[in-house]
């Protein structure tokens, strides 16, 4: 049975970071296109990030150059390095995994001073 764990979410001043993080198991990550989706109130699911089993990358353009997907291949984790939060980055994030995606239960980061 395949699982998707987040953490890392929280509450953060406008111009912060913080790290999201997704324990995969039942699958290994390395070999599935792992991603990361977010939900504000009132909106439909977006997409945010995405890596490809070779390592190459892909971002929305609201994102790109302040957050950073990456993978730990040998503790089976994928990451969301977050910089430059601004107030709407707020929203609950979820991991996902493969086509079509599995999901986790998702993160809340909100960001707000």
């Known amino acids: 049975q395949v699982r998707l764990v987040e953490s890392g979410g929280g509450l953060v001043q406008p111009g912060g970071s913080l790290r999201l993080s997704c324990v995969a198991s039942?699958?290994?990550?390395?070999?599935?296109?792992m991603g990361w989706y977010r939900q504000s109130p009132g909106k439909e699911r977006e997409f945010v990030a995405q890596?490809?089993?070779?390592?190459?990358?892909n971002y929305a353009d609201s994102v790109k150059g302040r957050f950073t997907i990456s993978r730990d291949n040998a503790r089976n984790i994928l990451y969301l390095q977050m910089n430059s939060l601004k107030p709407e980055d707020t929203a609950v994030y979820y991991c996902?995994?493969?086509?079509?995606?599995?999901w986790g239960q998702g993160t809340l980061v909100t960001v707000s001073s």
């Open positions: 996902s995994s493969g086509v079509p995606p599995l």
């Open positions: 039942g699958r290994v990550i390395g070999l599935f296109t």
């Open positions: 890596m490809f089993m070779a390592g190459n990358t």
